[in-house]
């Protein structure tokens, strides 16, 4: 059964079973491998996407769930100034390090921002816990994060 | 600046969207570029983002360097970037020498090949044991300087003049006496008929000018924006996706495979079995998930189902009761020991799974007459003969495409899921991308090993008179490199046991070696320092204790002759406000370290709690590598590492029941997050000395300095790891 979504702004249609978490439909089917695979079970942040701008683990997400919602994801999150600030404060600062996590540290930390323009430590705790980074980058995150929201350049 | 994505844009732009071909030294005729059919899937092609190894009608005077007319400087990467920052760094060196254009520099993954991109350590190619800049900062300097020589032999013939009468910078030969500038496209084909000179000088280190700058990395750009390609991203035109189950006891067989309802799920394609593994193919992962749930399986769970964690611990400590191989001895420890205060203990550390963000994977495409491989490794040539052992095939007809890792730590130098993956694709004629779960990734790893160190030491005069520290675990080197493994010692398990920085005269270092029953291990970012570093630490601690001395001033009394190992700890200690006063229940404990050859002390500030939870507050680490090719680069290893140690302090451990690993998943696993994160201040020492690692010296320096922060804010000295919480809150005094 064909789904249509918006993805970033296009339509998208694609077959798919209904309880197919999205995750694997936009990395399977759409080939958009931006978004990626951690855990599987909403426990690592690594598949965050935005649905109508708010943060969500698309690993277990039914792609029937997400209607006729808005879904950015890691590819066009640079079109929001949300966005865009990030990306540029997590290069100024050179928060990243293998990268893996990344996509999903950015959707999460450009949803904070929309939401919150200056968070201060507990906002930044609160929105940001849900994604783990292996390599170990949270403290860089955490600076990044202010520098976006401040406008600071490094 | 030109990076990996500008490459892949032109790449797409000439209409050949095929990685190429890598043939590095495989001058085989079938390893040649192509257009890709037209295809019906709704996506991209995604393959690594580079093209050819393309060295016609370039300068190409090594395997690392390529120049083309346009003066577009692609440096091929010996190493792997798996998060660690060397693909900037290595680029650092080579540009330096060569005086390359840094805004022209873009970067190619090697191929394999151990000939061309071997580690200079280890003869073969494998990125590990923090020693990519050790091994290549004298060959990479070699090449870079050697190329530039030829550039400028061609510039002095073009206008024939004396090279000694030239210099370079950024990509341009001069000859400031005529006023004249070539750059080096300019010079390009020219330079390619140069000889390469015998013995090129190097620069001083006070000209370098790219090496010693916080560079921004080349790899970062795109991971911004979900450009970047690890293995698991690899899309190739018919592919399908599997994942797998293996047999949840270590050793055990797949003894019947009921596929009735799997076969029914729909986008399933087929069911692979193999002796310990079964796989489900299907259309894209999820219909692989769901197939694989519901297969039923039996399993032949063969003599390991019944070892649990008991079992194993008891084999150890029995194993650390018997005399080791002497690794080396100094003095007469017999005699050592035989005077003053004695001490005595056990330091004991778990089971760690690697845990890398991005899951276990390979992507293969299996057909009569060749195998080609899409993953991201470690060792890519390793990858490659076994990939053709298990294709059946000779090595030269395994293509490896090697990727961006989404971590390592040491789980990608081997090349299990490789082996796995060709052998289910395999039973099919399309490529097949295997993405093991997380749940399988954290169960079926090879694991650091259990290790229990035992000092037993003596005080004299307040310091340490005899020490005697016996190593039992593991010998990884013996499985994983066994030339290496001599004389019953494992030169990783005693590393910086052998070297550890303290004046004792008495000094005597045993190995026992002790393989854990049924569970398979492998190196962890750390390696050997992992546990020695940790035993070592914890021990001076206690012994300052029993000494009644204060543990900063314990260690400084045994580092007359470490001039550098004293400055980063006198250091460490100014920059963490040691001695100062502090709230109850909170500590400090230091840890100092050579490994890797990097000097690196540590302050952890920790509040303890009466129920025993442990808040870390601050960590001050100053390190000496020796030259930082990359001073940011050393900072954002240390935190990382830092945070990776401490996260194995504080909750890392696997166990074992059944044979089987009880954990799955991050939430049993579990990962230090933001907001338990410290503040980590790293301070970086200037120094002229070569280069140390920088990986994972951070890893090594947390969990003793933690350990020892709890000891002084509860007087609890726990000895094992990860932290018991119940110990803390019993309050059981060292
Ligand atoms: S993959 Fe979705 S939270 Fe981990
Ligand atoms: S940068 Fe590697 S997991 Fe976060």
Redesign the pocket.
């Known amino acids: 059964m064909a789904t249509t979504l918006t993805i970033n702004g296009e339509q998208k249609s694609f077959d798919a079973p209904p309880e197919m978490p999205l995750l694997w439909v936009l990395r399977d089917i759409l080939g958009m491998t931006g978004t990626k695979f951690g855990c599987g079970i909403a426990q690592c942040g690594a598949c965050t996407v935005h649905i109508d701008g708010k943060a969500v683990r698309s690993c277990v997400l039914p792609v029937s769930a997400v209607r006729d919602r808005a879904v950015t994801t890691i590819e066009a999150v640079g079109n929001s100034p949300a966005g865009a600030k990030v990306q540029k404060a997590w290069l100024d600062l050179e928060v990243?390090?293998?990268?893996?996590?990344?996509s999903g540290?950015i959707m999460a930390a450009a949803a904070l921002l929309a939401a919150t323009p200056n968070p201060d430590d507990s906002d930044i705790d609160a929105a940001m816990a849900g994604n783990?980074?292996?390599?170990g980058?949270y403290v860089r995150i955490r600076e990044a994060i202010k520098q976006a929201a401040s406008g600071r350049q490094s | 600046m030109l990076t990996t994505e500008k490459l892949r844009q032109e790449n797409s732009a000439d209409g050949v969207s095929r990685r190429a071909l890598l043939t590095g030294g495989l001058a085989t005729g079938f390893l040649l570029a192509f257009h890709l059919p037209l295809r019906a899937a709704s996506y991209a092609v995604n393959e690594p983002v580079q093209p050819a190894d393309v060295t016609a009608g370039k300068f190409a005077p090594n395997a690392f360097i390529r120049i083309d007319e346009t003066g577009n400087t692609t440096l091929i990467m010996p190493q792997v970037e798996m998060?660690q920052g060397t693909y900037t760094s290595i680029s650092m060196i080579l540009a330096e020498e060569l005086d390359a254009d840094w805004t022209k520099v873009a970067l190619l993954h090697a191929p394999p090949n151990d000939k061309l991109y071997g580690n200079p350590t280890f003869g073969l190619q494998v990125t590990g044991n923090s020693n990519s800049i050790r091994a290549w900062w004298k060959p990479l300097r070699t090449a870079g300087a050697s190329a530039r020589a030829m550039l400028v032999q061609a510039a002095a013939a073009e206008w024939q003049v004396d090279p000694a009468s030239c210099t370079t910078s950024r990509g341009e030969v001069t000859h400031a006496a005529s006023g004249r500038k070539l750059g080096y496209g300019a010079l390009a084909l020219a330079a390619q008929g140069q000889t390469p000179p015998k013995d090129v000088p190097l620069k001083d280190p006070k000209d370098f000018v790219y090496i010693g700058q916080p560079l921004k990395r080349l790899d970062t750009p795109e991971k911004v924006n979900g450009k970047a390609v690890y293995g698991i991203d690899a899309l190739l035109p018919d592919m399908k996706f599997a994942t797998v189950a293996a047999c949840p006891v270590f050793g055990g067989k797949v003894a019947k495979v009921d596929d009735t309802a799997a076969q029914k799920v729909p986008g399933v394609r087929k069911i692979v079995v193999l002796d310990d593994t079964v796989a489900v193919i299907g259309d894209h992962m999820w219909a692989a998930k769901k197939g694989l749930a519901a297969l039923k399986i039996e399993w032949d769970e063969g003599p390991n189902a019944r070892i649990g964690s008991k079992e194993i611990w008891q084999h150890l400590r029995a194993a650390s009761e018997k005399d080791g191989a002497v690794a080396k001895s100094v003095g007469d420890i017999a005699k050592g020991l035989a005077t003053g205060d004695k001490f005595e203990a056990s330091f004991e550390m778990p089971f760690l799974a690697h845990a890398s963000?991005e899951p276990i994977n390979a992507t293969i495409h299996v057909k009569p007459d060749s195998c080609e491989v899409w993953t991201g490794t470690q060792i890519a040539s390793r990858v490659q003969s076994e990939a053709a052992k298990a294709a059946g095939l000779p090595v030269e007809k395994v293509i490896v495409n090697n990727h961006l890792l989404?971590?390592g730590f040491g789980r990608k130098l081997e090349p299990d899921m490789v082996v796995a993956a060709v052998k289910i694709a395999k039973q099919v004629d399309y490529p097949v991308k295997v993405v093991w779960t997380r749940e399988e990734d954290i169960q079926h790893d090879v694991y650091r090993p259990v290790y229990r160190d035992t000092v037993t030491a003596t005080l004299v005069d307040g310091k340490v008179a005899a020490w005697k520290y016996k190593v039992a675990g593991s010998a990884v080197l013996a499985r994983w490199l066994p030339p290496a493994f001599q004389k019953g010692i494992d030169i990783d398990a005693v590393d910086a046991a052998v070297d550890a920085p303290y004046d004792i005269p008495n000094f005597h270092v045993e190995y026992v070696r002790a393989e854990p029953p049924a569970v398979p291990t492998g190196f962890w970012r750390g390696v050997g320092p992992n546990n020695n570093v940790f035993a070592v630490e914890c021990a001076m601690d206690e012994l300052a204790r029993k000494a009644g001395k204060d543990p900063v001033e314990f260690r400084r009394a045994m580092l007359a002759n470490k001039p550098r190992a004293l400055a980063v700890l006198n250091t460490a200690a100014e920059k963490a406000n040691w001695g100062q006063p502090l709230p109850p229940r909170v500590g400090r404990g230091v840890c100092l370290q050579p490994s890797f050859e990097t000097f690196i002390a540590t302050v952890v500030e920790a509040e303890i709690d009466e129920l025993g939870e442990v808040a870390v507050r601050r960590v001050v680490s100053v390190v000496d590598t020796g030259i930082a090719v990359n001073p940011d680069t050393v900072k954002a290893q240390i935190e990382g590492g830092l945070i990776f140690g401490l996260t194995a302090a504080l909750y890392g451990e696997i166990t074992i029941d059944k044979g089987r690993v009880q954990q799955s998943n991050f939430h049993d696993y579990r990962m230090l997050r933001i907001d338990q994160t410290p503040k980590i201040e790293v301070h970086v020492v200037k120094s002229g000395e070569p280069p140390g690692g920088i990986g994972e010296a951070g890893v090594n320096a947390g969990p003793p300095a933690l350990r020892n922060a709890i000891l002084a804010a509860t007087g609890v000295a726990l000895r094992r790891m990860p932290i018991d919480r119940s110990l803390i809150a019993m309050g059981k005094k060292a």
């Open positions: 990243i390090q293998c990268g893996y996590c990344q540290q783990i980074c292996r390599c980058t | 998060g963000m989404g971590g």
